[in-house]
């Protein structure tokens, strides 16, 4: 199957910092890519869709100037948390979505755990 | 609206038990996708299966198997002879079919646990 990385896989910052996830499809040009958060011992919740080369899709209740997308290739797009806090702490998931035969496959990547101090 | 209920949020078998997760969806597509993850400890999910609403042929890997009743929205996991590496999170999912960015809603998870 195809390949998406998360960089960096850990992260510790203070609060009020940002911080920028990396998300990469390895082997694989992706469309489009989705940010997904998932709280301790919860599910994931879709934050957001980015298409390439345009302004992403942030769901209710998702605070676009707080978590800025960028999705300047087919292979990379990139979430920046702003004026990080504490409750930001979060698994971050990214994944890419790639077009096979009459369908769509979405590939996850490992993911990314930000702890903000 | 498409929905997803894991109702059972944590299980605890011995090993060697068959255990089965249960899955409810709702969903006004005709056509749509169901998914079975598995999240480790690690975080990383594990893709598991992927089921596409016109199929409802029951699927078997190994020990793993799966359910896929239509009638009542149903896409139920069952794994037979349990093994301690089986303990994970496991998430049901759904999206539509056949649709560019299409987002995976998933259900709540169930914690397995496998106990020695």
């Known amino acids: 199957g195809a390949v998406v990385s998360q960089h960096p896989s850990r992260v510790i910052c203070k609060s009020g910092t940002s911080v920028k996830i990396e998300c990469r499809s390895l082997?694989?040009?992706?469309?489009?890519m989705f940010w997904y958060r998932q709280f301790p011992k919860k599910s994931l919740m879709l934050m957001a869709t980015?298409?390439?080369?345009?302004?992403?899709?942030?769901e209710q209740g998702v605070e676009k100037d707080k978590f800025l997308i960028n999705h300047a290739s087919l292979t990379l797009s990139t979430l920046t948390v702003t004026s990080a806090h504490p409750e930001d702490s979060s698994f971050y998931i990214c994944?890419?979505?790639?077009?096979?035969?009459?369908?769509?496959?979405?590939?996850f990547g490992p993911g990314t755990r930000l702890t903000v101090t | 609206a498409q929905k997803v209920t894991q109702a059972q949020t944590e299980i605890s078998v011995v090993e060697k038990e068959d255990v089965t997760l249960d899955c409810v969806y709702e969903?006004?597509?005709?056509?749509?996708?169901l998914f079975w993850y598995k999240q480790p400890p690690s975080g990383e999910l594990v893709f598991l299966i992927r089921?596409?609403?016109?199929?409802?042929q029951n699927e078997i890997s190994g020990r793993y198997s799966w359910n896929f009743q239509k009638s009542t929205s149903s896409f139920n996991f069952t794994i037979t002879a349990s093994q301690v590496v089986d303990s994970a999170v496991y998430f049901c999912?759904?999206?539509?079919?056949?649709?560019?960015?299409?987002?995976?809603?998933f259900g709540s998870g169930t914690r397995l646990s496998i106990r020695p």
């Open positions: 082997d694989f040009q992706a469309t489009t």
């Open positions: 994944s890419g979505q790639v077009r096979q035969g009459a369908g769509y496959e979405q590939y």
């Open positions: 999912a759904l999206s539509e079919a056949w649709v560019s960015a299409s987002k995976i809603i």
């Open positions: 969903t006004r597509d005709t056509t749509y996708y």
């Open positions: 980015s298409n390439e080369g345009s302004k992403a899709t942030y």
């Open positions: 089921r596409n609403s016109f199929d409802e």
